[in-house]
């Protein structure tokens, strides 16, 4: 008679999270999600709508034209902009992600210290993602223009930036002798240090969180071994967290292309343009991307993530 064989520990979250998401990955496959922009049964209609060209009735329906892959072609070699702006999304990914991933570390591991008002510090930072409004929006606009020495901002709205031109700094840092790529790489962050600010509520809680189920014996024995803070951080901390900075990164990656360019072309090119074909070929084709990527960086992270038991 044969043992049963046990499944590792990692195999066995590895089974959970995909029984998570089963339902979901069922339901938007058959029932539909953001990817469908019409009232179809989800990833088989898009792919129909990606293969066809649609023209609307004057009754208020339409037809479906079968193109094969034209709306594809049309998106990858004819488009003056589409294949720019996935290039450019992709980039900021690659910018953005590493950014907010340690800043939100960073400002989880304050706020998980014991001091006054830390509850109203952590309601503070987690206000850009509730009131994300018109408002509050054109106020960070203001303030972002400002601080990368936008001539606009400096002259009807924000005095700042007259007298903080970070061009000036680079300039100083390059003469100095920093690395091009590593001056061009703090420019684009400092650029957007307001997006990732607002961009990193989510991240923040998530990591609080995952701190606060560290045990705390884990940081006696540390101290009583003499590790030092630098020590205890990078073998007690960072890896009783790391199953956290996965959940993060992937989640920040699909946050990232949600709200970039790409979504706005293919909306555009849907309601705009009314090429509803091409509109979800664009579609499929940046979701094919962002999967490709979470596939990558999943497999890159998940040789280092230590889960506890």
């Given amino acids: 008679?044969?043992?049963?064989?046990?499944?590792?520990?990692?195999?066995?979250?590895?089974?959970?999270?995909?029984?998570?998401?089963?339902?979901?990955?069922?339901?938007?496959?058959?029932?539909?999600?953001?990817?469908?922009?019409?009232?179809?049964?989800?990833?088989?209609?898009?792919?129909?709508?990606?293969?066809?060209?649609?023209?609307?009735?004057?009754?208020?329906?339409?037809?479906?034209?079968?193109?094969?892959?034209?709306?594809?072609?049309?998106?990858?070699?004819e488009d003056p902009e589409f294949n720019q702006i996935l290039v450019s999304s992709i980039k900021d990914v690659v910018i953005d992600v590493p950014l907010i991933?340690?800043?939100?570390?960073?400002?989880?591991?304050?706020?998980?210290?014991?001091?006054?008002?830390?509850?109203?510090?952590?309601?503070?930072?987690?206000?850009?993602?509730?009131?994300?409004?018109?408002?509050?929006?054109?106020?960070?606009?203001?303030?972002?223009?400002?601080?990368?020495?936008?001539?606009?901002?400096?002259?009807?709205?924000?005095?700042?930036?007259?007298?903080?031109?970070i061009n000036?700094?680079?300039?100083?840092?390059?003469?100095?002798?920093?690395?091009?790529?590593?001056?061009?790489?703090?420019?684009?962050?400092?650029?957007?240090?307001?997006?990732?600010?607002?961009?990193s509520g989510v991240q923040i809680i998530l990591f609080i969180a995952a701190l606060q189920s560290v045990p705390g014996a884990?940081?006696?024995?540390?101290?009583i071994e003499g590790a030092t803070t630098y020590e205890t951080f990078w073998k007690v901390t960072f890896p009783m967290v790391s199953p956290i900075i996965l959940t993060n990164v992937v989640y920040t990656i699909v946050d990232s292309f949600v709200d970039s360019e790409v979504v706005e072309k293919a909306y555009e090119m849907a309601f705009t343009d009314f090429n509803w074909g091409a509109s979800v070929a664009m579609s499929l084709i940046s979701s094919a991307v962002i999967c490709l990527i979470l596939v990558i960086v999943s497999k890159l992270i998940s040789k280092k993530v230590f889960y506890y038991n």
């Fill in 1 to 77: 008679m044969s043992k049963t064989k046990k499944l590792s520990l990692e195999k066995k979250h590895a089974r959970t999270g995909f029984l998570f998401i089963l339902p979901w990955f069922i339901g938007h496959i058959v029932e539909g999600g953001h990817i469908n922009p019409f009232d179809g049964k989800g990833l088989f209609q898009a792919i129909r709508f990606s293969l066809s060209k649609m023209e609307m009735l004057g009754s208020g329906g339409y037809t479906l034209k079968f193109v094969g892959l034209s709306n594809f072609k049309f998106s990858l070699l």
């Fill in 218 to 223: 884990l940081y006696e024995v540390a101290k």
């Fill in 168 to 199: 000036n700094l680079v300039l100083m840092m390059e003469n100095l002798g920093f690395p091009v790529a590593v001056l061009d790489y703090l420019l684009q962050a400092i650029s957007r240090i307001f997006e990732i600010v607002q961009a």
């Fill in 101 to 165: 991933i340690f800043f939100s570390l960073f400002i989880a591991m304050l706020c998980n210290k014991k001091f006054k008002g830390r509850t109203l510090v952590r309601a503070i930072l987690f206000l850009p993602i509730i009131l994300n409004t018109g408002a509050i929006n054109d106020a960070l606009e203001v303030a972002r223009t400002a601080i990368s020495g936008g001539v606009a901002a400096s002259s009807s709205e924000v005095a700042l930036g007259s007298a903080f031109d």
